[in-house]
């Protein structure tokens, strides 16, 4: 229930309004309700559900489709790798470090390296199950209610929906950024894109995340180490 | 818009297409990474390629958006962005302040630019 608490909060206000412009979306392009309500609790990961509907409005054959999900979605692997260790507390079960894992999105990972190393050992297994089912919770209802609305919404409208996504996650991630490797993440990230986009085959995510995090991460142990 | 597509069918494409390799990555991660320690080398590593992939992915939705914010002019998009993370700083380090100060330049620069 702790966990629950802190769901009711502005990443939780944020996450409502960006799966608002998700119904919208899904809305616009005739996707069903039902799948797409089922994508926020299985996916639960917007940037992977915006490229899931994006794809099939563009035609894209399934497998090459599933490929970019992937590839979109493989920044959760580190994600969940650095946020486990505080999430598993005191005794193991794989059961539930899968369950936990599942709920490890922006807005949990963000939160769980915040909230959960001020937690006991024994509290932080539930604590990410409140929080996680909170945040789950909050955005299939903003799932449902942007699309029950979208007919009524205007095109600046609409933009600004579908522009609290990057808004939010900068803000959040530059919240989030304390020592000078993560400055270094993000600025190379955000810098590399727009060059790696003009790259053929889908692999500009790789590029700008593997091979800026990397060369972040180097630059940032040179400067740890240094005397 | 995508040609007649039930819910069975949403369903399936939802959990084979989205779902699988999206949940490999999660359940991958307790697998491979039990080992792996707050503080250590590689978690160092893995912590700077989620930031960085993540920064990636927020740099592709201002650069390469989607239809409603296509006819929002780059530097506006960018703007905003700037005005939101200012007002975070700014304010308190408030989220919300940030967000709103963010969305409020955006309809801003709408009002003026991309009429």
């Known amino acids: 229930m702790h966990g629950a608490r802190h769901g009711i909060s502005v990443p939780a206000l944020v ?8 119904g919208a979306l899904l809305q616009g392009v005739g996707f069903p309700l039902g799948a797409g309500v089922l994508s926020t609790l299985l996916i ?11 794809g099939l409005v563009a035609g894209t054959a399934l497998p090459a489709l599933a490929f970019a999900i992937g590839l979109s ?5 580190p994600m969940v790798v650095s946020v486990a260790p505080y999430m598993r507390g005191g005794r193991r079960s794989t059961f539930f470090e899968l369950l936990c894992a599942h709920y490890v999105a922006m807005t949990l990972w963000v939160e769980g390296l915040r909230l959960l190393p001020h937690l006991p050992g024994e509290a932080r297994v ?6 996680g089912n909170m945040l789950i919770g909050v955005s299939m209802s903003g799932t449902v209610v942007g699309y029950l609305m979208a007919s009524s919404l205007s095109g600046p409208l609409a933009a600004v929906l ?3 996504t990057p808004l939010s996650f900068s803000v959040l991630m530059v919240r989030n950024a304390t020592a000078v490797t993560d400055w270094l993440a993000l600025a190379a990230g955000f810098l590399i894109m727009p060059f790696a986009v003009q790259l ?7 590029v700008a995340g593997v091979g800026g ?5 180097a630059v940032g142990r040179w400067h740890r180490r240094r005397p | 818009m995508i040609p007649t597509l039930t819910e069975g069918a949403a369903v399936l494409i939802v959990v084979l297409v989205g779902f699988l ?10 697998l491979a990474g039990r080992r792996v320690e707050a503080g250590s080398e590689v978690f160092h590593w893995v912590k700077a390629v989620a930031t960085a992939l993540l920064a990636a992915v927020v740099a592709r939705l201002l650069f390469a958006p989607a239809a409603p914010l296509v006819a929002v002019p780059l530097l506006v998009r960018l703007g905003a962005v700037a005005g939101g993370v200012a007002g975070f700083a700014l304010l308190r380090r408030s989220v919300f302040a940030g967000v709103l100060v963010g969305e409020l330049v955006l309809a801003a620069g709408i009002l003026l630019f991309a009429r």
Do not use: H
């Open chain 1, 200 to 206: 053929d085959g889908g692999l500009d995510l790789l």
């Open chain 1, 213 to 217: 995090g990397s060369l972040a991460y």
């Open chain 1, 44 to 54: 639960w990961a917007l940037p992977a559900q915006v490229i899931l509907v994006g």
């Open chain 1, 73 to 77: 979605s493989m920044r959760l692997l």
């Open chain 2, 21 to 30: 390799p999206t949940e490999v990555w999660r359940s991958l991660a307790v």
């Open chain 1, 162 to 164: 579908l522009f609290l």
């Open chain 1, 126 to 131: 539930p604590f990410t199950l409140g929080l």
């Open chain 1, 15 to 22: 996450l409502f309004a960006s799966y608002t412009g998700f």
